[in-house]
């Protein structure tokens, strides 16, 4: 069989139509899940599977999917979302849904087995960028909780990174290994407000020396204990909040990121540590609640492996990451193998207007994908690959609408 390549302009067009949905005069996309831009491009997507003779349909969360319309799974799951952020850019979510489509065109078109075991999807609200959200991955927290994930064998995303760590490396390509974990913090510090004028500065409970003091040594903390942790403190407020009167309440909110439990497990400690030991300083007392915590999503090693091979086929520059942002993955994770890669983004910007990769290294990318489909078609085909697809072939619970 001759080697399959995708079609790079009928791959670009496609991107570049669907960033006509929402975009903004500065470039940004404007697709929020629900509003009418995001309704109108999962239209446009599904119109996209069905002009080259495959099936579509959308379950009752609003996931979009596609697939041959004869295939009887169990499927790999290849995909991500179309949901933007206000102000966001093209390709967070919508590169990894419009290469899915075009590697399944490729192989539909080819008519080559792998085709048969590819299903595309186009997740809801990965964001959770509206007013009333929870936090997002609703679409693929969904899929997960439903029966048609009983017919999912694993789940491939190619994403751009997000972050600038490749274009430091060099990377053209990256097979990523997992997911950081994010824990979050609310500290409060308690003192006793009084005039900041009057009362002598011996003496004070002020809440608010108490917070900055703990705030500011945060990120030293960070850095000595994992170079690859990052912390951020996004939120401070001092109450009653004005300049003649001392604080008597100060909170913070800070979030880690960091690629293991145990790394996450010490920064907390470290975390009360600090805050008791500023509290006393300032005669305040603190105390630190964990607002939320995302554990660490660790992809599946076997397929992890298989993609990193596969990269490697199409770039010279590949290497390994764990992605800093969530994704879609780390709810599939859970459930099924899974396993993503990443291209570099130029400046590592995104959820911005100025989110950019070069066409040449989105192309090589959605050929990646290709490789990576074809590798997991022919492991599954052989005995040793066996473990990517259940035994048993669960019923369809999701049938083509
Ligand atoms: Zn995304």
């Known amino acids: 069989m001759t080697p399959l390549h995708i079609s790079s302009r009928?791959?670009?067009?496609?991107?570049?139509?669907?960033?006509?949905?929402?975009?903004?005069?500065?470039?940004?996309?404007?697709?929020?899940a629900g509003s009418a831009a995001d309704l109108a491009s999962r239209a446009w997507i599904r119109e996209r599977i069905e002009a080259c003779g495959l099936?579509?349909?959308?379950?009752?969360?609003?996931?979009?999917?596609?697939?041959?319309?004869?295939?009887?799974?169990?499927?790999?799951?290849?995909?991500?979302?179309?949901?933007?952020?206000?102000?966001?850019?093209?390709?967070?979510?919508?590169?990894?849904?419009?290469a899915a489509l075009e590697v399944l065109r490729v192989l539909h078109e080819a008519d080559h087995p792998a085709a048969d075991m590819l299903e595309i999807v186009s997740f809801w609200d990965e964001e959770g960028a509206q007013a009333t959200s929870t936090g997002g991955l609703v679409g693929s927290t969904a899929l997960c909780a439903g029966g048609h994930i009983e017919s999912i064998a694993g789940y491939l995303e190619l994403h751009i990174?997000?972050?600038?760590?490749?274009?430091?490396?060099?990377?053209?390509?990256?097979a990523v290994s997992g997911i950081v974990g994010v824990a979050r913090y609310s500290v409060t510090m308690q003192?006793?407000?009084?005039?900041?004028?009057?009362?002598?500065?011996?003496?004070?409970?002020?809440?608010?020396?108490?917070?900055v003091?703990?705030?500011?040594?945060?990120i030293d903390l960070v850095t000595a204990l994992d170079p690859d942790m990052v912390a951020n403190l996004g939120f401070i407020e001092f109450e009653p909040g004005a300049p003649n009167v001392i604080p008597g309440r100060a909170e913070f909110v800070v979030e880690f990121r960091a690629g293991t439990e145990q790394a996450l497990r010490t920064v907390r400690r470290r975390l009360e540590q600090l805050v008791q030991?500023?509290?006393?300083?300032?005669?305040?007392?603190?105390?630190?609640?964990?607002?939320?915590y995302k554990p660490v999503a660790r992809f599946d090693p076997a397929l992890c492996h298989t993609v990193e091979m596969s990269l490697r086929t199409v770039a010279p520059a590949v290497g390994r990451l764990l992605s800093y942002a969530g994704h879609d993955a780390s709810v599939?994770?859970?459930?099924?193998?899974?396993?993503?890669?990443?291209v570099p983004s130029t400046g590592g910007i995104s959820h911005a207007p100025d989110e950019y990769t070069p066409e040449p290294l989105l192309v090589q990318g959605a050929q990646a994908l290709l490789q990576c489909v074809l590798a997991v078609h022919a492991s599954a085909s052989s005995p040793r690959g066996a473990e990517l697809v259940p035994q048993t072939t669960p019923g369809v619970h999701s049938r083509p609408r």
């Open 332 to 342: 599939l994770s859970r459930y099924v193998p899974t396993a993503m890669v990443f």
């Open 277 to 292: 030991r500023s509290a006393e300083a300032e005669n305040c007392s603190g105390t630190v609640e964990q607002i939320s």
């Open 55 to 98: 099936s579509s349909w959308a379950d009752d969360t609003g996931n979009v999917f596609g697939r041959r319309g004869d295939s009887r799974g169990p499927w790999l799951l290849v995909g991500s979302h179309t949901d933007t952020v206000p102000g966001g850019g093209y390709l967070d979510g919508a590169y990894g849904v419009i």
């Open 161 to 174: 990174e997000q972050g600038p760590r490749m274009e430091a490396a060099e990377l053209e390509l990256a």
């Open 10 to 32: 009928r791959f670009l067009l496609d991107l570049a139509e669907l960033a006509t949905f929402g975009r903004r005069q500065d470039g940004g996309i404007d697709r929020v």
């Open 191 to 211: 003192g006793v407000a009084n005039h900041g004028g009057t009362t002598p500065m011996l003496g004070r409970a002020d809440a608010g020396q108490a917070a």
């Open 213 to 218: 003091k703990a705030a500011a040594q945060i």
